[in-house]
């Protein structure tokens, strides 16, 4: 079972900008797709950022031109970062990846890391 630990959440103002780090202990080539999801209180689940094992990126609609995912396939590590911070960004911030041969959802997640942002 692949391991999924996300870092770097926290409180932030309006404005600010952070970097979600997550670290998983598996190869990097069994992944055809890597992304972060988030979630706030009482919402369903929104998908934030997705990066394919080629490098191909896209972002939700609530984040594009804001967010920038990348990874590190020797690192085992993909980045969110996330710049003009607003308050409706606040939310547990969950990364998953999707293994190669699956199409469509994800199969691993992290247990999330909470970001709040304040006014």
């Known amino acids: 079972q692949v391991q999924l630990v996300e870092s770097g959440g926290g409180l932030r103002q309006a404005g600010e900008s952070l970097t979600l780090s997550c670290v998983h202990d598996g190869s990097s080539f069994n992944f055809n797709a890597m992304g972060w999801y988030r979630q706030a209180p009482g919402k369903e689940r929104e998908f934030v950022a997705r990066?394919?094992?080629?490098?191909?990126?896209d972002y939700g609609a609530s984040v594009t031109g804001r967010a920038t995912i990348s990874s590190d396939v020797a690192k085992n590590t993909i980045w969110l970062q996330m710049n003009s911070l607003k308050p409706e960004d606040s939310a547990v911030y969950f990364c998953?990846?999707?293994?190669?041969?699956?199409?469509?959802?994800?199969?691993?997640w992290g247990k999330g890391t909470l970001v709040t942002v304040s006014s």
């Open positions: 990066i394919s094992i080629g490098g191909d990126t």
């Open positions: 998953a990846a999707r293994s190669v041969g699956r199409y469509g959802d994800m199969d691993y």
